[in-house]
Structures are given as C-alpha cells and as structure tokens.
C-alpha cells in the first residue's frame, strides 16, 4: 500500500482552483522531488497532507488514513516560512519538540547543532536568517517519522546553506520512509531525488523516476523540467 495516497483530489479557493482532480500514489523509502513554478499546487497539497486545508472533493491517505490527529504522529513537517517561537534558545526548542513528539530524537538533534557551533542558550531571533532555517530543518529531521514533508527547505538561503540543508536530510531520514521534497530550484536538489513529480496550474503533468526521466529525454531533470515549463 502506498504511504502517500491522492485520489481525484480537488482544492478550489473560491473561483481559483489550485489542485484539479490529481491522482498520485507514492511509496516508502523514496525522496521524491514536488516540482512546479510557484502557483503550481506544491505548497496546497502538503496543506491538504497535513490537515491544515480540507479538500474540496477527492481524498488523500497518509499510511492509509485520512489526515488528522494520527497521521501527525508520523509526519514531520517543514512548511516555507518560519514557526518557531523567536524567544526560545536551542536547548528550549528540544525540549519543545520532544514534548510534542514521541519520535523526536534529541541526541540527533545535538549532534547537527552542534556541528554548526551554536550555543545551546542562543536565542532563534539572534541567528542570521540561513541559520535560523537550519534550525529549523534539524528539529524536523531529528524525528523518526514516516512521511517528511519538506515544503521549499532550500528557496531564500545561499548556495553553501543548500549544499548544508540537502546533505542533513539525506543523512538522517528514516530509510523506510517517505520525504518530499517541493521546490522549484530543481538544478539544487535533482541529485538526491529517486522521483519526481511535475506540477503544472494544479495538475500533475509528470511522475516518473528520476533516472527514467534522464534516459528517455537525455536531459537533466532540471533541463527537461525547464522544457516542460517553458514560457
């Protein structure tokens, strides 16, 4: 059974229609890339996933079960902005996490952080921006979830803040489980993706793996992605 289920799923905003009718099964144990220009329907969908939308028509499953109070319990979510509570420190945002959390593992968390040299009793609103993000992605990948949903983690940061954000989630997700990936700097990510999936006005245009996409195009995912929306 697919872990990530979207059924003739529809989001209407009024007269606007940001999800129409997609289908989308996706499985454990893979990254998959949400890619689309911004408007495309990414940052909807992983609203729908998380409860925080209802759909309009249509279902989606999480591990089988409908979004709600236990498909929160093994989905970690990064949504595009900031969150935190600016006042906290490091050391009181662990423990904020590992109050909400059963699966967050602090000794994870510790080890990121620390690599980073930030002092446990510095406050969130001290940090640079790039940092803050950081942060913010290792409190989400710290947990032992199922689906990560990652909305944008990399959009706003410097190419060196990429390359950081790109190697902590390849080196601490869960193997057996779900992440995706929405962005639309395909070039940055495209080379940790085993699937992509390409939105378009709220359509799913693409879904293939990403090294069948290479070998039937010859092109990069990123030079086919540019094909496909080109203006």
């Not at 905003?13 to 940001?18: D, F």
């Not at 940055?188 to 245009?205: C, M, N, P, R, T």
Request: proline letters at 4%; glycine letters at 6%; hydrophobic letters at 40%.
């Amino acid at each position: 059974m697919s872990i990530f289920a979207c059924q003739n799923l529809t989001k209407r905003y009024g007269k606007l229609t940001a999800l129409d009718n997609i289908d989308l099964e996706l499985e454990s144990g893979r990254i998959v890339g949400l890619l689309g220009p911004n408007g495309s329907g990414k940052t909807t969908l992983i609203k729908l996933a998380n409860r925080l939308l209802q759909p309009t028509s249509g279902s989606i499953l999480i591990d089988g079960k409908a979004p709600g109070v236990a498909t929160k319990k093994s989905i970690a979510y990064l949504p595009d902005k900031e969150y935190l509570p600016d006042w906290m420190n490091t050391r009181q945002l662990m423990h904020f996490y590992g109050d909400f959390y059963d699966d967050f593992d602090p000794r994870r968390a510790s080890v990121m952080l620390s690599s980073l040299d930030i002092p446990s009793d510095m406050v969130l609103k001290k940090m640079s921006k790039g940092t803050r993000e950081k942060v913010q992605l290792i409190l989400t990948m710290s947990r032992r979830a199922k689906v990560y949903l990652l909305d944008e983690p990399i959009a706003g940061v410097d190419p060196a803040a990429r390359d950081y954000i790109l190697r902590t989630i390849i080196q601490n997700y869960e193997e057996n489980s779900l992440v995706l990936i929405s962005t639309h700097l395909i070039a940055d990510v495209e080379s940790v993706l085993d699937e992509a999936v390409f939105l378009k006005q709220g359509h799913i245009v693409l879904h293939k793996p990403a090294d069948e996409i290479r070998t039937e195009t010859g092109k990069s995912v990123d030079e086919y992605f540019r094909e496909v929306f080109r203006c």
